[in-house]
């Protein structure tokens, strides 16, 4: 370094503003650098957002046609009763069950089993419920629809038949009751 540049770089930082210049320039750059993170944070949110939406959407439209793919399901059963020509018909029906099924496989969608499962609100929607002591209370007996879900939701709850426990009955008050004595006070 010259003479000169050594006298210059004495008088700046002899310079009393030299401090708080560069106090400003720090909080710019941690300005400049936060709004830089911001921007790239909101514009993650977003897209995370979009696919989500996306999925919502797609999950929704196919939620549509469960009930057509259970017509379809229903009509074959029956069909392995028919004549040869309708097994026949049923046979390519069958195939285009497959395609549709092969459908909601392709866009993570599957059927799940309930019966024998125990009963959740998040899987299941239970239409009926039967008093019995064979099998623990909330276990389902009976799947009156198949249940389809995602892999980040319930596209269609199950609806299902679930086992509660039989009521236990007191006999002495309910000899009361018969006998119109609950009620009297003497």
Same mark, same amino acid.
């Given at each position: 370094?010259? +003479?000169?540049? *050594?006298?210059?770089?004495?008088?700046?930082?002899?310079?009393?503003?030299?401090?708080? %210049?560069?106090? !400003? $320039?720090?909080?710019?750059?941690?300005?400049?650098? #936060?709004? %830089?993170?911001?921007?790239?944070? &909101?514009?993650?949110? $977003? @897209?995370?957002?979009?696919?989500?939406? %996306? #999925?919502?959407?797609?999950?929704? &439209?196919?939620?549509?046609?469960?009930?057509?793919?259970?017509?379809?399901?229903?009509? %074959? #059963?029956?069909?392995?009763?028919?004549?040869? +020509?309708?097994?026949?018909? @049923?046979?390519?029906? !069958?195939?285009?069950?497959?395609?549709?099924?092969? *459908? $909601?496989?392709?866009?993570?969608? *599957? &059927?799940?089993?309930?019966?024998?499962?125990?009963?959740?609100?998040?899987?299941?929607? &239970?239409?009926?419920i039967a008093e019995t002591g064979?099998?623990?209370?909330?276990?389902?007996?009976?799947?009156?629809?198949?249940?389809?879900?995602? @892999?980040?939701?319930?596209?269609?709850?199950?609806? *299902?038949?679930?086992?509660?426990?039989?009521?236990?009955?007191?006999?002495?008050?309910?000899? @009361?009751?018969?006998?119109? !004595?609950?009620?009297?006070?003497?």
């Amino acid at each position: 370094m010259t +003479e000169e540049e *050594v006298a210059a770089n004495e008088e700046t930082c002899s310079n009393p503003e030299t401090p708080s %210049l560069q106090a !400003q $320039l720090d909080e710019f750059k941690d300005k400049y650098l #936060r709004a %830089l993170a911001d921007g790239e944070n &909101a514009r993650k949110r $977003l @897209a995370k957002e979009k696919q989500e939406m %996306l #999925r919502f959407g797609i999950d929704n &439209a196919i939620g549509e046609f469960l009930p057509v793919i259970d017509n379809f399901e229903t009509a %074959l #059963r029956h069909a392995d009763s028919a004549s040869s +020509e309708i097994k026949n018909w @049923a046979f390519g029906f !069958q195939m285009i069950l497959a395609q549709f099924k092969e *459908v $909601l496989h392709n866009h993570g969608i *599957v &059927a799940f089993h309930s019966e024998g499962c125990q009963f959740d609100p998040s899987y299941h929607d &239970a239409v009926e419920i039967a008093e019995t002591g064979d099998v623990p209370e909330g276990t389902i007996l009976q799947e009156f629809t198949k249940g389809y879900k995602s @892999a980040t939701r319930t596209i269609r709850p199950a609806r *299902v038949k679930v086992a509660r426990a039989p009521r236990k009955t007191d006999l002495p008050e309910e000899e @009361a009751i018969q006998n119109g !004595q609950e009620g009297d006070q003497s």
